[in-house]
């Protein structure tokens, strides 16, 4: 399974860079588009872990994506100065930016998770949504990172060979340890946290584990969408951020990888083909979802094989 799933990573980075090499001559909206489907991916896949794998229920995503975007947009314009964007120094500074942003969202998953991850349920989620509000307030009214106003003039750095690499990154991750011996751990949490302590195995150790993954890879996450975007203000993430990946999630269905990065595609493409409907373009996106919840709620992309009977 490992070299297999190295070769689908050799071959999606390979893909996304000559695709990026051709990228100047792409319409600059679809190419936005696509660098926030990639975005998207890295979020979904990420939560997924958390909420499908190992059976949590995280509202507070777009948290650490907010911990991973304002730190690596501060340190960012804090060295600009002596690294120019398009320089070898600028690049390498982006990715200095890009795992600082992941590392410090990571202690603040852990810093969250020791403490909340020993409750389950509707508990956690209360937990997790009041800490993604607190992250939020935070940057509000800290000076350091523009208080309201948010930070203004991030580089541009962020290429689609960026985060398309950063996705497959994500998933190859996220897939080879729940597919490895000790992730079988979180599918053990997952299906029944008392059967797994009877067998030795720690819930909460797995828990935090997953939480701590989980947020660096949104950290990263946020590092790409401040210098996509280039202007961040903590209003853009509220709850409602939360919320648009835990749909991807449960749309996509829980634990299904393959289905989650499908529903990230979806309902990130979604929004854009709607915009000729500019008055109803909200009412008619959250109707599909709802539909698609009534119609599919065990998510629109999971699909159970039938078992066969001997004859």
């Known amino acids: 399974m490992n070299s297999g799933a190295k070769r689908w990573l050799l071959l999606a980075i390979v893909v996304a860079f000559v695709t990026s090499c ?15 489907v990639g975005i998207s991916t890295i979020m979904a896949v990420s939560l997924n872990l958390i909420n499908g ?14 911990v991973g975007g304002f730190t690596a947009a501060r340190l960012t314009l804090t060295l600009s100065s002596s690294a120019p964007p398009d320089s070898a120094q600028g ?71 960026w985060a398309m690499s950063v996705a497959a990154v994500t998933v190859y991750v996220v897939a080879c ?4 011996t000790y992730g079988r751990g979180f599918i053990a949490v997952h299906d029944d946290e008392v059967a797994a302590s009877a067998m030795g195995i720690s819930p909460t150790r797995y828990k935090v584990t997953a939480f701590v993954i989980g947020a660096f890879f949104a950290g990263v996450a946020g590092a790409l969408y401040a210098h996509h975007k280039q202007v961040l203000k903590p209003d853009g993430f509220d709850f409602m951020k ?43 996106y959250s109707l599909l979802i709802i539909a698609l919840m009534l119609l599919r709620p065990q998510g629109l992309f999971a699909f159970q094989k039938k078992s066969q009977t001997r004859s």
């Open 22 to 36: 051709f990228s100047a001559s792409f319409n600059r909206y679809y190419l936005g588009v696509a660098i926030d």
């Open 177 to 180: 340890l729940v597919n490895s």
């Open 91 to 161: 690049i390498a500074l982006f990715v200095v930016a890009m795992l600082f942003g992941g590392l410090t969202a990571a202690i603040t998953g852990l810093a969250v998770g020791l403490p909340s991850l020993r409750l389950r349920g509707d508990y956690l989620a209360i937990v997790t949504l009041g800490f993604g509000e607190i992250i939020r307030v935070v940057f509000q009214t800290s000076e350091t990172f523009g208080a309201a106003t948010g930070l203004t003039g991030i580089p541009k750095q962020t290429t689609l060979f």
């Open 53 to 66: 794998h190992t059976g949590q229920f995280s509202l507070g995503h777009a948290g650490f994506m907010a």
């Open 242 to 284: 939360s919320i648009d990946y835990v749909v991807m999630v449960i749309l996509g269905g829980m634990g299904r990888t393959a289905g989650v990065i499908i529903a990230a595609v979806l309902l990130t493409v979604l929004p854009e083909f709607l915009r000729g409907f500019a008055e109803y373009r909200m009412i008619i």
